[in-house]
């Protein structure tokens, strides 16, 4: 199917459009309205569905054969260690945890705060919340108490599960002192916290809130996935503060899953058992949705890495990783590979890594640069694409679909709208340029 063949469907019946796309889901109860209004007369899609995102990214594929495949790499450059999951050994985790969340009382609904590294454990809390039906508000790992201070109050979280520190490059940062400064600040109180304790610094547990990670999980019971509502919400994740206070953006289950598994194939071309590294934190809206949510649902391998594009231990830190675990779609923001041009300009460090596993470079949170595209892709000799989204959207609003049909790049452009978003542009008069919409038709 051509681009503009996709587009068009998805913007003249868009009904049409994403009921087959959900078909691709495995629901507990499959749709059948896919696009209503709710009592405020907003649009609500999948609005009778029931799923569990948490069964979708992990037990579907296990119970359909992939239990033995790799489902997620952790490699920490920072503390030289490396682990790999198979699908059945991350679900078997995430069911455990899911079991010591159940038993600090988490349910249906509750919120839970995750305050964390880089680190597996930081995914396997995500996908048991979800397991139980529960709200994730995930806040980036090291964020200063009265920052978390102002999320914990929002969000009024049951359990809050952090870590006892953070390393960038070779600096420890405890996180301990500051959890406990942001919920001696926040009038909201957690009934429990649950910390991942690591050898680089341990933390000073207070007795009767505090529970330790592997002790609790010693003694967990798996839980089971719990259904909820397509419109249910998945995460709570905070914008930033700059303009006033953080506003909690909420994730629906049902759209959020459909999307992101419609767009790793779309967008990315990737085909499950494939590796897909996003070289982001799951702090932010690109971590939960491509090193989380978007390559599990699909059946891929995911990376998770704790470490720099540069110093952990050079600017051939992403040539490793990529080449390490045969890398297929690498993305990650601009600044990364400013950063590596900036400390090795003629690339000498890629010279020891073979990237032919490498087939695109995708890159967003920021604008793409002429000169940085450029750079990059004269260096890696593979197409780098630049696609625009934010956090309010959860996946891209314009791109190049390198699954459906790759066109012509443009130094500076983040090529054609995704379908499902019917972007114009406006003049002073409000008024759509009519080139653009042709343009687009064509």
């Not at 450059?77 to 069911?95: F, M």
């Not at 880089?118 to 139980?132: D, G, K």
């Not at 419109?231 to 459909?258: E, F, M, Q, W």
């Not at 809206?285 to 891929?300: F, K, R």
Request: proline fraction near 6%; charge should be negative; aromatic fraction near 10%.
């Amino acid at each position: 199917m051509t681009y503009i063949a996709e587009y068009s469907k998805s913007i003249e019946t868009p009904e049409l459009f994403w009921a087959e796309k959900a078909a691709d889901l495995a629901w507990y109860r499959q749709p059948e309205m896919i696009l209503s209004k709710d009592s405020n007369g907003i649009d609500r899609w999948f609005a009778d569905g029931e799923l569990n995102t948490s069964y979708l990214a992990l037990d579907y594929h296990v119970e359909n054969g992939r239990g033995e495949q790799t489902a997620l790499i952790f490699d920490s450059p920072v503390t030289g260690h490396k682990q790999q999951y198979t699908y059945a050994e991350l679900r078997d985790e995430v069911a455990k945890f899911a079991g010591v969340l159940k038993e600090k009382g988490v349910g249906k609904g509750d919120r839970v705060v995750v305050y964390m590294p880089m680190v597996a454990e930081a995914v396997i809390t995500m996908l048991a919340i979800a397991r139980l039906g529960a709200i994730h508000s995930v806040v980036f790992g090291g964020f200063a108490p009265k920052e978390l201070a102002v999320r914990i109050e929002d969000a009024a979280p049951k359990v809050i599960v952090s870590c006892s520190c953070g390393i960038e490059i070779s600096k420890i940062i405890q996180y301990k002192p500051l959890l406990d400064e942001a919920i001696e600040r926040s009038r909201h109180k957690p009934d429990a916290c649950v910390i991942l304790q690591r050898p680089q610094a341990e933390a000073t547990m207070i007795e009767g809130r505090d529970t330790d990670w592997h002790q609790a999980m010693e003694l967990a019971e798996p839980a089971d996935c719990v259904p909820v509502k397509a419109t249910d919400p998945l995460y709570i994740l905070y914008t930033s503060g700059t303009t006033g206070k953080p506003k909690g953006v909420v994730r629906d289950n049902g759209g959020h899953a459909v999307a992101l598994k419609y767009s790793m194939k779309a967008i990315y071309n990737m085909e499950p058992g494939e590796v897909f590294w996003a070289a982001s934190d799951v702090g932010w809206v690109v971590g939960h949705s491509y090193i989380v949510y978007g390559p599990l649902l699909a059946g891929c391998t995911t990376v998770v890495y704790e470490g720099k594009p540069i110093k952990t231990p050079d600017a051939g830190a992403f040539w490793r990783v990529c080449a390490e675990y045969k890398v297929k779609a690498l993305f990650a923001a601009p600044t990364a590979f400013r950063a590596i041009k900036k400390e090795d300009p003629d690339s000498a460090c890629l010279a020891a890594y073979d990237l032919s596993a490498l087939e695109t470079v995708f890159m967003a949170g920021e604008r793409l640069d002429p000169p940085t595209y450029e750079w990059t892709t004269n260096t890696l000799g593979k197409p780098v694409v630049d696609h625009w989204w934010q956090t309010e959207t959860g996946w891209a609003i314009c791109g190049n679909l390198t699954g459906v049909e790759h066109l012509p790049p443009k130094a500076g452009s983040s090529t054609v709208p995704v379908p499902g978003f019917n972007v114009q542009i406006l003049d002073a008069e409000g008024m759509s340029y009519p080139e653009v919409s042709r343009a687009v038709s064509q």
